[in-house]
């Protein structure tokens, strides 16, 4: 850039006289991370641009409005390298990410999943009653809001006063009051990603 200036070719007699201006090349980004990712939620996002100039000024857009950054979601500069990490990655973060350094772009998809529902605890899965008495049968989620359905031999079940599906927090419950003959057979707590099989076996109480 220093070079740019007026130039004079001076012979005495005569004279040139001449302009030289120089211009930057345009800023190109020469290398990035995949255009789309796929993440769970929780997981650490990093998304990045390698420029052919350490200098060039890049702005960074989610959804077409220019991201600011914070302690979540930082914007980064190391050398050519230019980066957005999210440190901790929510359902929110979703989206399309644009790296814009005016003479050259790139843009990234990232498609954000919440992880399987896993059966951390349940009830033991061979269960003995007699009749009337109650019966609990239980299972514990990785997450509160997912959705369980219960099936009693195969047939999905819909509750009623007598068995109670039950859902507290991250429990999965249910409470027949008072054990009949009829209640005996295989039940299934089933959250799609995983599921826990019980035996209950009723027995007639005998005076």
């Given at each position: 850039m220093e070079?740019?200036?007026?130039?004079?070719?001076?012979?005495?007699?005569?004279?040139?006289?001449?302009?030289?201006?120089?211009?930057?090349?345009?800023?190109?980004?020469v290398n990035c991370s995949p255009a789309v990712k796929s993440v769970l939620t929780g997981d650490e996002v990093v998304l990045s641009c390698e420029l052919s100039?350490?200098?060039?000024?890049?702005r960074w857009y989610k959804d077409g409005v220019e991201m600011k950054g914070s302690k979540r979601s930082m914007l980064e500069v190391d050398g050519v390298s230019r980066r957005v990490t999210i440190r901790t990655?929510?359902?929110?973060?979703r989206g399309t990410y644009?790296?814009?350094?005016?003479?050259?772009?790139?843009?990234?998809?990232?498609?954000?999943?919440?992880?399987?529902?896993?059966?951390?605890?349940?009830?033991?899965?061979?269960?003995s009653v007699l009749t009337g008495d109650e019966v609990v049968l239980?299972?514990?989620?990785?997450?509160?809001e997912a959705v369980v359905r219960w099936y009693k031999d195969g047939v999905e079940m819909k509750g009623s006063k007598r068995s109670m599906l039950e859902v507290?927090?991250?429990?999965?419950?249910?409470?027949?009051?008072?054990?009949?003959?009829?209640?005996g057979g295989t039940y299934v707590c089933d959250a799609v990603d995983d599921s826990a099989k019980f035996e209950l076996t009723v027995s007639a109480f005998l005076l």
């Amino acid at each position: 850039m220093e070079d740019r200036g007026t130039y004079v070719c001076d012979s005495v007699d005569d004279s040139a006289k001449f302009e030289v201006t120089v211009y930057e090349p345009p800023v190109k980004i020469v290398n990035c991370s995949p255009a789309v990712k796929s993440v769970l939620t929780g997981d650490e996002v990093v998304l990045s641009c390698e420029l052919s100039r350490p200098e060039a000024v890049v702005r960074w857009y989610k959804d077409g409005v220019e991201m600011k950054g914070s302690k979540r979601s930082m914007l980064e500069v190391d050398g050519v390298s230019r980066r957005v990490t999210i440190r901790t990655a929510a359902m929110e973060d979703r989206g399309t990410y644009v790296c814009d350094a005016v003479d050259d772009s790139v843009k990234f998809e990232l498609t954000i999943s919440k992880p399987p529902v896993k059966i951390v605890n349940c009830s033991p899965a061979v269960k003995s009653v007699l009749t009337g008495d109650e019966v609990v049968l239980s299972c514990e989620l990785s997450r509160p809001e997912a959705v369980v359905r219960w099936y009693k031999d195969g047939v999905e079940m819909k509750g009623s006063k007598r068995s109670m599906l039950e859902v507290d927090g991250v429990s999965r419950r249910v409470t027949i009051r008072s054990a009949a003959m009829e209640d005996g057979g295989t039940y299934v707590c089933d959250a799609v990603d995983d599921s826990a099989k019980f035996e209950l076996t009723v027995s007639a109480f005998l005076l």
